[in-house]
């Protein structure tokens, strides 16, 4: 009974990142689920993240902070990226952008690093934030 429990918590979870295409943090997904009147506490919800990012079902981000964001992929493989954070309203926007990953590629062979896109992050200003300062 207590692991169909976990799997149907685990489920909505996932659920939740399926539909919400953005990294998000365990808190957001609390006060999400809670405001469905779904039940799950915080720390159920960190121990269900934690498994989903084992089976390789969501990508957890650090960030430089220390804080911890997790967003679904669908190809796990396929899932290098670097984020871009806004320094104005704190987005975090997972990038794949091609040339970025070809200078993942370039430190590796001709650097000898790996860099690790889970916890790269480029700092700057959103597409939001920029037109709301031209507006000003």
Not at 26 to 32: L, N, T
């Amino acid at each position: 009974m207590r692991g169909s429990y976990n799997t149907k918590q685990s489920q909505q979870i996932l659920e939740y990142l399926q539909k919400n295409k953005s990294s998000v943090s365990a808190k957001e997904i609390y006060a999400s689920l809670g405001a469905q009147g779904m039940n799950i506490g915080l720390a159920t919800i960190y121990r269900q993240l934690e498994n989903l990012v084992r089976e390789l079902k969501v990508k957890k981000i650090v960030t430089d902070e220390g804080s911890m964001r997790f967003q679904f992929v669908e190809d796990f493989e396929a899932t290098d990226s670097y984020f871009l954070k806004c320094d104005d309203c704190g987005t975090l926007i997972a990038s794949n952008c091609h040339l970025l990953l070809e200078v993942s590629e370039h430190m590796s062979d001709e650097h000898g690093f790996q860099i690790d896109t889970g916890k790269s992050v480029l700092y700057g200003r959103c597409k939001n934030c920029r037109h709301s300062k031209l507006g000003e």
